[in-house]
């Protein structure tokens, strides 16, 4: 009689651990943390207009949804640094990352001057290349401890508008390393989402170590707005306080640069600085983002010019 009481007691215990264990968030390891975000003396203010396209995944492991987990962390976090305009639009000009990839990259540098007059900056876009999970399990017991290794390979690459080429291309490696306790008649609904979450999980972390090297690539580029209409002795600009345009700011404007190709051949070398045609000052917003200038100094300014900080 004291042995059965016994058995009955582990099982109790057994089924009491399993049900505590069986709704716990899952623990992570540090791998995941965002990185930390120090005062950047590079951020003059004036936030870049950003295309991000779609990721797709082409593992075999998480269908589109990693694609899109990608998309979304990458979204969050560089909503999070307060130093861009995403914007939502912009997937109409280019479609989505597979796209792009599809076509070696050359949709990018065939629209950049549509983009340009859009107002965009740079575009990110990117993959998933792999994604896997491994697990060993304890089979002693009623309660198993299982441990997963989880791994993800994420590429990222950035095309810059105003200089129509690429920039910057990376993969960026996500790990997450998670054990916990499961009853072993656990269902099998339960398992696909526990390695779902892990999936997803590790390709944030992916995604979340691009930010610092997005951040200082950004600071080094020039930003760069657009004359919309100008009406009487008003200029009208496609910038204002959303993208961090302040009443009084002093801008330059200057022609379109030009295209420069290698003469033997033919390939796109980049594009040349466009030159000053005088400066206009700040003296209004118009609309949800929008400014209006009025002339500095020099002229000629035209529809459609390009304006930068002075």
Same mark, same amino acid.
């Given at each position: 009689m004291l042995q059965g009481r016994c058995r009955n007691l582990i099982l109790i215990l057994g089924l009491f651990v399993w049900s505590s264990c069986a709704n716990q968030?899952?623990?992570?390891?540090?791998?995941?943390?965002?990185?930390?975000?120090?005062?950047?003396?590079?951020?003059n203010g004036v936030k870049k207009r950003v295309a991000l396209l779609t990721?797709?995944?082409?593992?075999?492991?998480?269908?589109?949804?990693?694609?899109?987990?990608?998309?979304?962390?990458?979204?969050?976090e560089l909503s999070r640094t307060g130093e861009f305009i995403i914007d939502p639009m912009a997937k109409k000009i280019f479609g989505n990352s597979k796209e792009i990839y599809a076509g070696g990259g050359v949709k990018l540098v065939q629209l950049s001057r549509k983009a340009k007059v859009q107002g965009l900056n740079f575009v990110i876009f990117g993959r998933v290349i792999e994604a896997r999970i491994r697990e060993k399990t304890d089979e002693i017991g009623l309660v198993r401890e299982t441990k997963s290794y989880t791994e993800s390979k994420v590429e990222i690459r950035i095309f810059d508008v105003n200089g129509n080429k690429e920039i910057y291309t990376d993969t960026l490696n996500g790990y997450a390393d998670d054990s916990s306790f499961r009853f072993f008649?656990?269902?099998?609904?339960?398992?696909?989402q526990y390695r779902r979450d892990l999936l997803?999980?590790? +390709? &944030?972390?992916?995604?979340r170590r691009a930010i610092p090297k997005v951040? $200082?690539? !950004?600071?080094?580029?020039?930003?760069?707005?657009?004359?919309?209409?100008?009406?009487?002795?008003?200029?009208?600009?496609?910038?204002g306080r959303e993208s961090g345009i302040n009443i009084g700011d002093i801008l330059k404007v200057i022609t379109e640069g030009q295209e420069?190709?290698?003469?033997?051949?033919?390939?796109?070398?980049?594009?040349?600085?466009?030159? +000053? &045609?005088?400066?206009?000052?700040?003296?209004?917003?118009?609309?949800? $983002?929008? !400014?209006?200038?009025?002339l500095h100094s020099g002229g000629s300014v035209h529809e459609g010019d390009f304006v930068q900080l002075y």
């Open positions: 968030v899952i623990q992570r390891t540090d791998h995941g943390k965002r990185p930390r975000q120090n005062p950047r003396q590079y951020f990721f797709f995944n082409e593992s075999p492991y998480g269908g589109k949804d990693l694609g899109i987990t990608a998309t979304n962390e990458l979204l969050r008649v656990s269902d099998r609904e339960s398992k696909l997803r999980y590790a +390709v &944030k972390v992916a995604v951040l $200082d690539i !950004s600071a080094k580029l020039d930003w760069v707005g657009r004359v919309a209409k100008i009406m009487g002795n008003k200029i009208y600009l496609n910038a420069i190709y290698d003469p033997e051949t033919g390939a796109l070398i980049g594009v040349s600085k466009g030159e +000053v &045609k005088g400066t206009i000052e700040i003296i209004d917003y118009v609309g949800k $983002d929008g !400014s209006v200038a009025i």
